[in-house]
């Protein structure tokens, strides 16, 4: 028998034996098969949409708790402490200065709250239970704006329903996930620690006021 040749035998247990290998063989998920897949960080907007954006801006909205303080509340005595930003007040009056309104909804009444924005002269102090959506609508017939020219900054659930209407939803760093997926900025610092600064500051340079602003108080 030639040596290349092999017996019939042979060659149906080899061609059973790579059946049997090729049955074993683990295949692909189908399409339909569940499987896991990485959470992916949500879309931001690139810088130059970003930048107009911020160049429509003619209301800036802000929640007060979590996103102007740190969501610390220190209570004794009857007596209720929050602490603010010193320099996320300042970017609030440069803004005012530039000509653009500022308004707190907050949901939860203080009277710290109400001492803080008469000390900034913020334009509009809204603090009740209801809807932030229905308070903001109501700044905005008043103002004559669309939309497209307010930015709301914010960072909870009581927050997602004007995050998804206003044309720059903003959150802070320690928003939670949820308000941080409807976002078109996160900024890189936290409530209460210079967050509406960088939003103001972004405000401001987008608009051509921030050069002019470091030169007169460079003089």
């Known amino acids: ?17 790579r059946r049997r290998m ?3 063989t683990p295949k692909p998920p189908s399409a339909s098969s569940p499987r896991r897949l990485p959470r992916r960080a949500p879309a931001r907007l690139p810088a130059a949409a970003l930048r107009q954006r911020l160049a429509r ?3 800036l909205l802000c929640d007060v708790d979590g996103v102007l303080t740190d969501g610390r509340v220190f209570m004794g005595n009857g007596s209720e402490f929050k602490a603010f930003s010193i320099q996320d007040g300042l970017g609030l009056r440069l803004l005012q200065k530039a000509g653009v309104k500022l ?10 709250t109400t001492q803080r924005a008469e000390d900034l ?3 509009f102090l809204i603090q009740d239970k209801g809807s932030k959506v229905v308070a903001a609508e109501g700044l905005r017939a008043q103002l ?3 939309w497209e020219e307010i930015c709301f900054v914010g960072d909870d659930l009581v927050d997602l329903g004007l ?3 206003v044309g720059l939803p903003v959150v802070v760093a320690n928003g939670i996930a949820e308000a941080k997926a409807l976002a078109a900025w996160v900024t890189q610092a936290s409530g209460g620690h210079g967050a509406v600064r960088e939003v103001a500051t972004a405000i401001l340079k987008a608009q051509g006021r921030w ?4 030169a007169e108080f460079s003089a």
């Open 1 to 17: 028998m030639p040596a290349t040749s092999r017996p019939p035998a042979r060659r149906a247990v080899a061609a059973d034996v």
């Open 22 to 24: 090729a049955s074993h």
């Open 57 to 59: 801006v003619k209301l």
């Open 103 to 112: 308004g707190w909804i907050s949901a939860r009444p203080s009277a710290v």
């Open 121 to 123: 002269k913020v334009d």
């Open 144 to 146: 004559g704006l669309g």
């Open 163 to 165: 995050l998804r209407r």
């Open 211 to 214: 050069d002019a602003l470091v």
